[in-house]
């Protein structure tokens, strides 16, 4: 189909609620990344996978976030105890391997209250 | 560690006005070069590469070339659009096993009539 889609697009959440970020990669692409970009500021790497495989996650800010990508599609980024320093855009991308090209969603914005 | 600098915004341009975004990096080895722009309400869109030195990487009249001796990749454009404007970013990549990308902080144009 067409590109990376995410849902939702808008997130608010109040301080201590559990959220979860979905990303559907363009079809085919093995590989896949998560990015935050908070207001103002480029996005910052937070994990990437490899088919199901999540190869590095050392971007994560902390033990709150949370990654998976079960069946090698679709994947969810899943923050517990949301906090208010969580609030950003979250970027997800997957690659064209014969151009090593990101191509990127439209983003999650998420508000924490 | 590696990292990007851009001039910071906001730039306002009138239309058919030059455009130059400065872009310098810091990088071992010979990493890949990349601007990215963000319309309003979009996603990052790939608006043009660079994978080793001298190369210049075009696309919708903008222009950049990778410049080793100067560690930069300046975003020109000889005439601005309305079109134009837009976030736009510069970031590298290290192409070995599916790097991510490292970003700037962006740097807003707009383009008046």
């Known amino acids: 189909g067409a590109g990376v889609s995410q849902s939702p697009r808008y997130k608010v959440a109040k301080r201590g609620q559990d959220v979860a970020l979905r990303c559907d990669p363009i079809?085919?692409?093995?590989?896949l990344f998560w990015y935050q970009q908070a207001l103002g500021q480029g996005p910052e790497f937070l994990t990437y996978?490899?088919?199901?495989?999540?190869?590095?996650k050392s971007g994560l800010p902390s033990d709150r976030f949370f990654a998976e990508r079960p069946e090698g599609s679709v994947s969810t980024l899943k923050i517990q105890r949301t906090q208010q320093e969580d609030s950003a855009v979250y970027l997800c991308?997957?690659?064209?391997?014969?151009?090593?090209?990101?191509?990127f969603g439209p983003g999650t914005r998420l508000t924490v209250l | 560690g590696n990292s990007v600098t851009q001039m910071e915004g906001p730039v306002t341009l009138s239309e058919e006005a030059f455009l130059t975004i400065n872009c310098t990096y810091t990088?071992?080895?010979?990493?890949?070069l990349f601007w990215y722009v963000q319309y309003p309400g979009e996603g990052l869109q790939l608006l043009l590469k660079?994978?080793?030195?001298?190369d210049k990487g075009s696309n919708k009249g903008f222009e950049a070339t990778y410049r080793k001796e100067t560690t930069s990749f300046h975003l020109e454009k000889g005439s601005v659009q309305v079109s134009d404007s837009a976030v736009y970013f510069c970031?590298?990549?290290?192409?070995?096993?599916?790097?991510?990308?490292?970003f700037g902080k962006g740097t807003r144009l707009s383009v008046i009539a």
């Open positions: 996978f490899q088919n199901e495989a999540q190869l590095d």
């Open positions: 990088a071992t080895g010979y990493p890949s």
């Open positions: 660079a994978t080793k030195a001298d």
């Open positions: 991308a997957s690659i064209e391997a014969s151009t090593d090209t990101q191509y």
């Open positions: 970031a590298l990549t290290h192409f070995s096993g599916n790097t991510p990308l490292v």
């Open positions: 079809s085919g692409h093995v590989s």
